[in-house]
């Protein structure tokens, strides 16, 4: 597997390696020595699965209580995959990493706790799978806006995007509730 940096070191993504041949591929997406090699140590407690349509927007997503490192990939389609860390010691606080992720480039992105998490579908439909490290807890959800000035995310929009109704009343980072 091959570990590309990002902006942010704590950020990483996976190119795992493809072994293709006339029958298809295969690919492993998650060796826990593989990952632990490449700085990710990481206990899964739940698997996500979600199916949605192009222009959906889901997130800037965190848990402030239970936060949740996610292990995410695309298996259909291709979204805009977007993290921003929320860790106010952070000398990377309010920055972003954002890249394409399709079922065809096979990416995985680590997305530590601390992290504020969503996606964009820039294809007809895309289904996104992702791993926790915790388990969900509504009453620790919190939304970080997705058109934030501040954060300043250049999502690849065509058109308006597609929110939920929590997702259009997110907070801006100043105001939100954020990590330590």
């Keep these: ?7 942010i070191p704590e950020v990483r993504v996976i190119e795992p390696k493809v072994y293709g041949d006339s029958r298809g591929f295969f690919l492993e997406t998650w060796n826990a020595r593989a990952f632990a090699a490449a700085g990710i140590r990481a206990e899964f407690v739940q698997d996500n699965h ?22 995410v990939r695309v298996i259909a389609g291709e979204v805009f995959d977007v993290a921003v860390d929320l860790r106010r010691a952070s000398p990377t606080f309010g920055r972003w990493v954002g890249m394409p992720m399709s079922v065809e480039n096979k990416r995985v992105m680590w997305v530590p706790a601390g992290f504020g998490h ?44 597609v929110l939920s109704a929590r997702d259009a009343i997110g907070a801006r980072l100043r105001d939100a509730e954020v990590f330590p």
């Design 1 to 7: 597997m091959n570990v590309v940096p990002t902006r």
């Design 50 to 71: 979600s199916r949605s349509a192009k222009n959906v927007l889901r997130g800037l997503h965190y848990q402030i209580r239970q936060p949740q490192g996610k292990l």
């Design 118 to 161: 969503g996606f964009l579908v820039v294809s007809e439909f895309a289904e996104v799978l992702y791993k926790t490290t915790d388990y969900y807890a509504p009453e620790h959800e919190r939304s970080i806006a997705w058109n934030d000035p501040d954060l300043a995310i250049d999502w690849p929009l065509t058109g308006t995007p």
